[in-house]
């Protein structure tokens, strides 16, 4: 049995990965979920300010309130504040871009960039420290079957 929790979370995740929304339709039929139930979740994460119609009655999108709790948690937790004197070091030790990445399962998250150079504010995805770390945390298959 599917509680209405789980198909909240689920609806979630999948527009997560969709930053220009989705159609209703497309919804139900990606989470094999009936039109009916998937409408009912909408209204509700619609309703609590997670999710938005794109265009009047258009495909749905995340809000930035997923984002927002994220970012809180974070702050709360004082990990990024922690972490902010060692990467100062690093990034005045190194000459380089540094970031705090925190790695979740096979994902990494970066945050606050610090760079020793003036408008210094890009780094390659490919040749990051960051991307040179998790790809040495990852298995090798996840790490051939990157495009």
Do not use: C, W
């Not at 300010?49 to 794109?54: D, E, F, K, S």
Request: charged share 20%; glycine share 6%.
């Amino acid at each position: 049995m599917t509680t209405q929790l789980e198909r909240g979370l689920a609806v979630l995740e999948h527009l997560a990965t969709r930053p220009d929304g989705d159609a209703l339709s497309d919804i139900a039929a990606a989470l094999s979920m009936p039109l009916s139930a998937a409408h009912r979740v909408l209204g509700e994460l619609t309703r609590s300010g997670y999710v938005r119609q794109l265009r009047n009655q258009g495909d749905y999108g995340l809000t930035i309130k997923l984002v927002a709790l994220g970012l809180n948690h974070l702050a709360a937790s004082g990990i990024v504040d922690i972490a902010q004197p060692a990467l100062d070091r690093l990034a005045v030790e190194s000459a380089e871009l540094v970031r705090l990445a925190i790695v979740d399962g096979e994902k990494t998250t970066s945050y606050r960039p610090t760079s020793t150079r003036l408008g210094d504010t890009t780094a390659s995805r490919t040749d990051s420290s960051a991307a040179r770390r998790h790809a040495a945390l990852i298995s090798m298959p996840v790490i051939d079957s990157y495009p």
